[in-house]
């Protein structure tokens, strides 16, 4: 029992850690004049705040997705996962940093379905590619015994993923590749996109289809993320393909509802509680799985 217990912490903390690579990055010089209020969302840990050559990106979380299926009833299948033995056939720095991030979008799904010998082949999948680029260095016993023991405190969880991946945010940057870091995102949000128009087709369940639509703006971010590389080889299919995804998005309609936040002075917090609608058709949504379903399959090819 012990030994599947910290496997399985061992690739949670792993697939995790693969949607931080470019997240962690130095502290950036802050304006001492600006009072800085640390602020919390209902849902907050559907994104996260990625900061990549001074700007800052939202990306949706693909362990959060993750539970949301999950949560949703739908059950675990094995045949929209990548295939761990197609690890091998990744030769270029591109493919091995794209499918870093879908191999970590499925090693957090198999994990959260209690997979275990799955897990096993996604945890070698994702060390294989983590070590070719460099960025396994992050994962000692130390830290992965500190995640056993906070294992069921989700913030101690990702402060802890957060810290992993600084040592090899820090290679990264100091090595010029945060194309790499920008590649394991993309691919990562592929895949989750990809298991969520899957189970919506699967179940019509409107939280999952609403997901689907909340998408719209981040793959905007994902194009402003992957631009700057867009002469590098194989970036300009991938950018070409998000933008032909978005014009599908821009048929997703999103409605914002401005509640006042609730605002606690003494913890320096804020609250924010407005509130989205999202108005997706079963037309689009269609269209955005068959596209998602093309560019996931070129990526993983």
């Not at 705040?49 to 001074?54: A, P, R, Y």
């Not at 929209?80 to 030769?91: A, D, E, F, Q, R």
């Amino acid at each position: 029992m012990t030994t599947r217990f910290n496997l399985k912490n061992q690739a949670l903390l792993l697939s995790l850690t693969a949607f931080f690579a470019v997240s962690c990055g130095d502290d950036q010089p802050k304006d001492d004049s600006t009072e800085t209020v640390e602020v919390e969302e209902k849902n907050a840990n559907n994104t996260q705040l990625l900061e990549l050559d001074g700007k800052v990106f939202s990306i949706p979380s693909p362990i959060q997705t993750a539970y949301l299926i999950k949560g949703a009833g739908v059950t675990y299948n094995k045949d929209i996962l990548n295939v761990p033995s197609k690890v091998t056939g990744y030769s270029t720095n591109f493919k091995k940093a794209v499918n870093l991030g879908i191999y970590g979008a499925d090693l957090g799904y198999v994990t959260l379905y209690d997979q275990t010998q799955d897990a096993i082949s996604f945890l070698t999948a994702v060390k294989t590619l983590g070590d070719d680029l460099g960025v396994s260095s992050a994962f000692d016993m130390e830290l992965v015994e500190r995640f056993e023991k906070n294992i069921g405190n989700q913030d101690s969880v990702l402060s802890l993923v957060s810290e992993a991946y600084k040592s090899s945010d820090k290679y990264l940057k100091n090595n010029d590749q945060n194309h790499i870091g920008a590649l394991v995102l993309a691919g990562g949000w592929v895949e989750s996109l990809y298991f969520t128009t899957n189970s919506a087709e699967m179940t019509s369940n409107k939280e999952i289809i609403n997901r689907v639509g909340e998408q719209k703006n981040t793959v905007y971010n994902l194009i402003k993320l992957l631009t700057p590389y867009y002469d590098q080889p194989e970036f300009s299919t991938l950018v070409d393909d998000l933008m032909e995804l978005n014009d599908i998005f821009e048929k997703v309609e999103i409605t914002y509802t401005f509640v006042e936040p609730t605002v606690d002075v003494a913890k320096k917090t804020t609250i924010i509680n407005s509130t989205t609608t999202v108005n997706i058709s079963p037309e689009v949504l269609k269209q955005i799985t068959e596209k998602i379903g093309k560019i996931r399959a070129e990526l993983i090819s």
